[in-house]
């Protein structure tokens, strides 16, 4: 049996022999100075123009056909510079018996597929084969794409009301069984090439070829297609360009959409694609086509899909009547000069020529068994049915099967491709069933669902329930997604409904001389993504816990500054069931969680202001996802306490570390131009979290009264005769201060927490700062100091695990400031005697 393989390399020698045959032919030169009229002559010695080759051959009839009823003689007869793929009459009979368009022979062709077939197989400008492969500069082997000589008028179909999809943006026509003169994207078909240099240069080996062909092919070194059909004879130079020779008739390629639209395997899929697209009313489509084609047309339309990048670039996100969309696609798939967002020229034209895109499209029979049995099944629970998942909740599953990048995603590649969470996606060739090339990229059919990862995030309770849109929003504002989509992680996340944001005490204005409460909402009719967010201003008294008088509106990067610092503060890395009460969050804050075992009926829950204040909030409901447990608050979201370590050592217990901690110079209220709230922040803390360790007062009264910690009285007296000895002893004080504070927040909790933790001050000798080892774990904590004294935190809960935030504020003034610039979060415990980083420390 004879592969198609060698018929293809039978018929390259039988084509290569006649088109050299020609070009032998066609090069008679002649010898002589004579001058020419261009328009109506060519010199003998350029050869045979592109018309008289194919005429004279007599096996291009159908091509001469086109050529003269589409009225180009005159253009492929005379000097110029084209490029023009044919087929030969034995090619066209095939066609004839089998196409998509349903004619049987030429005379069957309307006038608009006759411009398909010539337009669509010719470039305005002369190439060989090779040279299709760079693009201009010339930049070698980075083009697999160029426009034809296509016109976007040169075909316009007239879409019936049966074809339109069943989404509110075309039930108008449906309704009244309209027809419209609809493009299907304002943008020309381009032309895909598959040549040796390109493809070399791209890495894309002759397995990532053969795959792309559905294993039709067995590529060798130098084959080349176009639009997937064979080049069998290349290069015959006439004297106004280039004439490739095809296997096949070629037709121009749809766009990935219509692919989709038309397969009759991906219907379930394009039902979903096809909700986010939009007949959008073109004034000078409509003058255009009428002028062109003689008539009084009301409208012409083109099809366009709401996407993050749409023609030419920019974001589509409205409606044909101006109204913001609730969801997009990562890119529109049926922008048929569709160009990645990585491209690396600025010219489109350019760089369209550079790649395209992929879209994986499961089957029918996938999308039953994802539904019915897969990972989809938690949307079928939750919804009922695929038309009652809304948009915003199906585009995450679309956007994740949708690729920027065509060269980066064949076989050979396919432990690169990244999926939502920049996690690899994991495909292999085994679940892609076929492969349909399109003018913008290829539809790989694949045999299961890549499903994306944020519907087994933590987030995914946020995304699909309307009640929780508002800390939504802030996630993919601040591309929060991507962080809480890590499968490798393992997330506790609270979520506040938006009835809960409507109680948020700003910590802002723990500053100020008002305490302000924050009311967030969500506004759906917003034309601006940005505006879908609002919140209002208010006065509140936190002793009454009652709103007094409305201060305005938040401006967007206030909301957005403060829902960062909500997520930042409700996600945990970990498991807040394990046993601790105490958790650090991502942002740095702690909350407290007790009663877990009995899940929602009796579990509790604070930030450290409802622990300053006693208050416990109830979890509605846990889900349990993928990569962690989602908490539902619906009372108020936590916040973060207004104690400074400064408030803190106000109780009487720990008045002599205080005296010593506020005559040192550590304390400040303004810290690189940004104000704080308490206006005694520690100076020298970060955006990081710590602990404070505050020996008793009878041990710090019994080191100063055996003359080795100074006092404060001791330095001034010493002050009015020897200055500089009054600042060393006020460095000695001021060092052991800072070797009482030490990185790392660490509680009196129950699981074991063990290692040495660097301090807040320098070991001048070996520039390393000096370290406490810290033993915690069963609700006790001990620390030992340099010089091996062993301190214990006391039991007394009243002096322990007592927890502060130190924020800075993005101006100098506390007064007028509007955001968080910062924050320090501290844990303050009683030790029972002071600790030592040197036994010379007070020489």
């Known amino acids: 049996m004879r592969s198609k393989k060698q018929g293809i390399t039978q018929n390259v020698s039988k084509v290569g022999h006649r088109l050299v045959g020609l070009l032998v032919l066609s090069l008679v030169l002649t010898t002589g100075c004579q001058t020419y009229d261009l328009e109506d002559e060519v010199p003998e010695w350029l050869g045979s123009s592109i018309y008289d080759n194919l005429k004279n051959d007599g096996e291009y009839t159908n091509m001469v056909k086109l ?99 069943a989404t509110k943006y075309w039930q108008r026509f449906k309704n009244a069984n309209l027809s419209i003169v609809c493009m299907k994207d ?14 070399v240069n791209n890495k894309i080996t002759n397995e990532d070829y053969d795959f792309l062909m559905n294993y039709t ?13 064979p080049v069998i004879g290349k290069n015959l130079k006439a004297s106004n360009g280039f004439i490739h020779e095809l296997a096949e008739v070629m037709t121009p390629l749809s766009n990935m959409a219509e692919i989709i639209r038309t397969k009759p395997i991906t219907t379930q899929y394009s039902q979903l694609l096809e909700r986010f697209c939009a007949p959008y009313y073109s004034l000078t489509a409509t003058r255009d086509y009428n002028r062109i084609y003689g008539t009084t047309v009301d409208s012409v339309y083109q099809k366009r899909y709401f996407s993050q990048r749409s023609q030419n670039g920019p974001t589509l996100a409205s409606d044909p009547d101006g109204k913001a969309v609730n969801a997009t696609l990562k890119f529109d798939p ?81 432990g690169t491709v990244l999926d939502d969470a920049t996690n690899v996606m994991g495909i292999t060739k085994t679940d892609i069933d076929s492969v349909f090339l399109g003018c913008n990229g290829a539809v790989y059919l694949t045999n299961k669902v890549f499903s994306p990862t944020a519907y087994i995030s933590v987030s995914f309770p946020a995304l699909v329930d309307q009640r929780m849109n508002i800390i939504y929003w802030a996630i993919e504002q601040l591309d929060y997604d991507a962080y809480l989509n890590a499968r490798e992680s393992y997330y506790s996340f609270f979520i506040p409904t938006n009835n809960a944001l409507k109680y948020y005490i700003d910590p802002v204005s723990y500053g100020k001389s008002t305490t302000q409460l924050f009311k967030f909402y969500y506004d759906a009719n917003a034309v601006q993504e940005n505006d879908k967010v609002k919140a209002s201003i208010w006065s509140y008294d936190v002793t009454t816990n009652s709103v007094i008088d409305s201060l305005g509106l938040a401006n967007y990067d206030q909301i957005i500054n403060r829902l960062e610092d909500i997520l930042e503060n409700h996600t945990v890395i970990g498991d807040i069931e394990d046993g601790n009460m105490y958790y650090r969050t991502k942002g740095g804050a702690t909350l407290i969680v007790s009663d877990v075992a009995g ?40 916040m973060t ?117 660097e301090t807040a001050i320098m070991n001048n000798q070996l520039k390393v700062f000096y370290t406490l080892g810290v033993t915690a774990g069963n609700y006790a904590i001990t620390v030992t100091d340099k010089v091996g ?50 036994n010379n420390q007070f020489n």
Not at 391 to 402: C, E, I, P
Not at 699 to 718: D, N, Y
């Open 67 to 165: 050529i003269e009823d589409l009225g180009y003689k005159d253009v492929l007869a005379k000097t110029g510079s084209k490029t023009l793929f044919v087929a030969n009459d034995e090619a066209f009979k095939r066609f004839y018996s089998h196409n998509n368009w349903g004619v049987r022979s030429y005379n069957d062709l309307s006038l608009s597929q006759k411009k398909l077939l010539l337009y669509g197989a010719m470039i305005n400008n002369s190439y060989q084969l090779n040279t299709l492969s760079s693009s201009e500069g010339p930049t070698e082997g980075d083009c697999m794409r160029r426009l034809t000589a296509l016109s976007m008028y040169d075909s316009v179909p007239i879409i019936q009301p049966s074809e339109m999809p």
């Open 186 to 199: 304002m943008s020309v078909t381009p032309m895909i090439h598959f040549i040796e240099t390109q493809l």
């Open 217 to 229: 092919t067995r590529r060798e070194p130098g084959d080349a297609s176009i639009n997937g059909l």
């Open 334 to 414: 049926g922008w048929n000069a569709y160009y990645s967002s990585t491209s690396t020229s600025t010219a489109p034209e350019k760089a369209l020529q550079q790649d395209m895109a992929v879209m994986l499209v499961p089957s029918d029979a996938a999308m039953t068994e994802y539904w019915e049995n897969g990972s989809g099944r938690v949307l079928k629970d939750y919804y009922g049915t695929w038309d009652a998942v809304p948009d915003h909740v199906v585009s995450k599953l679309l956007n994740n099967n949708m690729l920027n990048m065509f060269q980066s995603s064949v076989p050979s590649k396919f």
């Open 599 to 638: 899940g929602v009926a009796s579990m509790r829950v604070q930030g450290s202001l409802q622990y300053d204040q006693g208050r416990n909030l109830t979890v509605q409901r846990i889900y349990n996802q993928g990569n962690g447990k989602s908490y539902i608050l619906n009372d108020e979201p936590m």
């Open 641 to 757: 306490t207004r104690n400074a370590v400064y408030d803190i050592l106000q109780k009487p217990e720990f008045s002599e570390f205080f005296k010593l901690l506020n005559g040192t110079g550590l304390l400040t209220n303004l810290q690189n131009n940004h104000a704080n709230a308490s206006q005694n922040n520690i100076s020298f803390l970060s955006k990081f979290h710590y602990t404070v360790y505050v020996p008793t007062n009878a041990s710090i009264l019994a080191l100063q009264a055996s003359g080795k910690l100074p006092t404060w009285e001791a330095i001034e007296v010493l002050a009015q005769t020897d200055s500089l000895a009054a600042e060393r002893k006020t460095d000695i004080i001021r060092n052991f201060v800072k070797y009482h504070i030490q990185d790392n927040a660490v509680f009196a909790d129950k699981n074991a927490v063990s290692g040495n933790f």
């Open 789 to 838: 004294n062993v301190r214990h935190v006391t039991t007394d809960t009243n002096l322990r695990n007592l927890i502060a935030r130190e924020y800075l504020y993005d101006s100098s003034d506390r007064m007028t400031a509007s955001k968080i610039f910062s924050s320090a979060n501290l844990v303050v415990h009683q030790i029972d005697g002071p600790l030592m980083y040197d």
